[in-house]
């Protein structure tokens, strides 16, 4: 290259456009307006409070999209809102199906008097706290070892899952021959082995532990649940963990484990919403005996319902409801439910 060839100043950088006065962006305030509600604010609003394109229903659509959801209201109407509504009323009255009374608080006065309440009360919670330490741990385990297919884990899953199909009426009659003091098997395996029998569902001392003992191996649908969780986890955690040489128990526990947590939530919140209504199981084994040992809220306000006092069985009800309530908000919260966990 020439000595004299002319030196080229580098290609300058484009102007910068003014910026218009006042408008700052995110560093400060836009349109002028230190609170930041100029017009550009006012145009962004109004655009994203625009309808996503495809999500409004077509003028000549909505007759149609009404007519299909009118079945699905009348039936939540029907079985859900309305009898929610009578219960939430009538809880604060005297009724007995014709007579009927405001009462005030008089009902959960009368419950918080009555001591049998706080046994049916403790007796729910009792239930309850047998599924979530027992019932649910128990079902994830087995899901788990289940998930990685050993032998014969079909006919396994099979057999685990029939019992959860059966009625708990059907159940509780099994389990009544079963505690027979005469001739049930628990008793004749016991005399068997030299150890005295007991009248395990008429013991004030056994009765509970009795009732809990019919349901808690119950353990299909945890079961089916963890084991489509599992086959949801991509593969290729396990053999990167392979990889890095983690044995089995530690990609269980490490991985499979910590990743479950939806649905360890979820398994935990639809088994107390069962056992805080649970009535045939114990209606049918003891039906609340001996001496309100094992009866529970259900069972306490059907009782009040047979004695004619619908209000007060009502206000039992927005109890258990209060409770489920609780249960959802605790549960979701602890569990982080919904939330992705990969």
């Known amino acids: 290259m020439s000595v004299f060839t002319r030196h080229r100043p580098p290609a300058s950088a484009p102007a910068p456009v003014p910026e218009p006065a006042g408008a700052r962006g995110a560093d400060g305030p836009v349109g002028g307006r230190p609170d930041g509600s100029g017009p550009a604010r006012r145009r962004i609003a109004a655009r994203r409070a625009r309808p996503v394109p495809g999500t409004r229903i077509p003028l000549g ?6 007519v299909s959801l009118l079945p699905g209201l009348v039936l939540f109407g029907t079985f859900f809102l309305v009898p ?8 604060f009255a005297r009724w007995s199906g014709l007579d009927f009374a405001w009462s005030g608080l008089d009902n959960y006065r009368q419950m918080l008097a009555d001591p049998v309440f706080f046994k049916a009360l403790v007796n729910t919670l009792f239930y309850a706290a047998a599924s979530v330490f027992v019932q649910v741990p128990l079902g994830v385990a087995v899901g788990m070892v289940l998930a990685l297919r050993p032998r014969g884990w079909k006919t396994l899953r099979t057999i685990i899952f029939v019992p959860f199909v059966i009625s708990g009426a059907a159940y509780a009659l099994v389990f009544s021959m079963f505690y027979n003091p005469r001739a049930g098997l628990l008793n004749n395996v016991l005399g068997g082995l030299g150890l005295p029998g007991r009248d395990w569902l008429f013991d004030t ?13 119950i353990i299909g649908f945890v ?18 963990a392979s990889v890095d040489g983690a044995s089995t128990w530690q990609q269980l526990t490490r991985i499979t484990l910590p990743l479950l947590r939806n649905v360890i939530g979820t398994a935990i919140l639809i088994r107390l919403l069962v056992d805080i209504g649970m009535f045939d199981l114990v209606f049918i084994l003891t039906a609340g005996g001996p001496d309100d040992a094992t009866a529970t809220l259900a069972l306490y306000a059907y009782r009040a319902y047979l004695n004619g006092e619908w209000g007060f069985a009502n206000a039992v009800g927005s109890v258990i409801i209060v409770i489920g309530l609780v249960l959802i908000v605790t549960v979701r919260r602890v569990f982080r439910i919904g939330e992705r966990a990969l």
């Open 205 to 217: 001392a056994t009765a509970r532990w009795a009732v809990a003992g019919t349901f808690v191996f």
């Open 61 to 66: 659509m909505r007759g149609p999209v009404a």
């Open 223 to 240: 079961v089916v649940l963890v084991m489509a969780e599992v086959a949801s986890i991509p593969r290729e955690v396990y053999e990167a």
């Open 84 to 91: 929610f509504l009578v219960l939430t009323a009538t809880a």
